[in-house]
């Protein structure tokens, strides 16, 4: 069935609304009271009432996370061009790499805590460590599934090792770089708002804990739906960059 692109365009946004009025009349209907399950216009009150705090909390929380980011981008592209371009280093590091990912997090923010103090050592540290594997993965995906008659054919005109990798291998990972980062960034935020959580004295993950503690639902709400905004962004920015420094990849599927 064909959609009218201007259904398509608003689409996201008729979802959002057809889904916070159906939550609005569930939790008017049934009576449920706000320290269980708040409504969307007891969120936006509190919005409005906290709007100084959480714009404090909402700033801390997204430089710590723009940090552990940042630290992550450097460590997941030098791995992931370490692990892609080489067979040694893919068969030694990555079975290394995956099981360190499957650490839970939650077990490992105590430790920084021990390590770092309470402040936002954790914080970016966390949100490093959650977010670097999806980077690493995808340039070295990106790298070692180059053709191999491609490469053949570079080496036959002359291209080294390193030509081949530098100058065809990473502008081909490129697509899959932007992909990771937009995964990456959802999870760095994850990362910040846990250790917020566990070890934090400010940012939203405090903010969180702390309305919770007091049995202040709505407020908790509010910080929920601030991470998911702050996140949301920061997945279109990635998004935007995407398209326009890799268009020739989404030529197709935009044609679709």
């Known amino acids: 069935m064909k959609v009218s692109k201007n259904v398509e365009k608003w689409s996201p946004l008729i979802v959002l609304v057809t889904f916070l009025l159906l939550w609005q009349i569930i939790v008017a209907g049934f009576n449920i009271p706000d320290f269980i399950f708040p409504s969307p216009w007891q969120i936006t009150q509190q919005f409005v009432e906290f709007k100084g705090p ?3 909390a909402a700033w801390k929380t997204f430089w710590v996370t ?8 450097v460590v997941g592209v030098l791995l992931g061009f370490l692990i892609g371009s080489s067979r040694l280093a893919y068969t030694a590091l990555y079975p290394l790499m ?7 997090k939650a077990a490992v923010v105590p430790i920084l805590v021990v390590w770092f103090g309470i402040g936002i050592g954790p914080g970016i540290l966390t949100a490093f460590l959650i977010s670097f594997f999806p980077i690493t993965v995808n340039i070295a995906t990106g790298l070692a599934t180059l053709e191999p008659e491609l490469e053949d054919v570079l080496r036959v005109l002359g291209a080294k090792r390193w030509d081949v990798l530098v100058k065809v291998g990473l502008p081909r990972s490129m697509p899959y770089f932007y992909g990771s980062l937009k995964i990456a960034i959802t999870l760095a935020f ?24 007091q049995q202040r639902m709505p407020l908790a709400f509010a910080g929920l ?23 020739w990849a989404h030529r197709g599927s935009q044609a679709a």
């Open 54 to 56: 959480l714009l404090e």
């Open 66 to 73: 723009m940090l552990g980011f940042l630290i992550s981008i």
């Open 190 to 213: 994850v990362g910040t708002v846990l250790a917020e959580m566990t070890a934090g004295d400010s940012g939203i993950g405090y903010l969180m804990q702390s309305a919770g503690s």
């Open 98 to 104: 995956v099981a360190f990912n499957a650490v839970p």
């Open 225 to 247: 739906v601030t991470i998911g905004a702050m996140a949301m962004a920061m997945y279109e920015f990635f998004s935007w960059i995407e398209k326009r420094t890799t268009g």
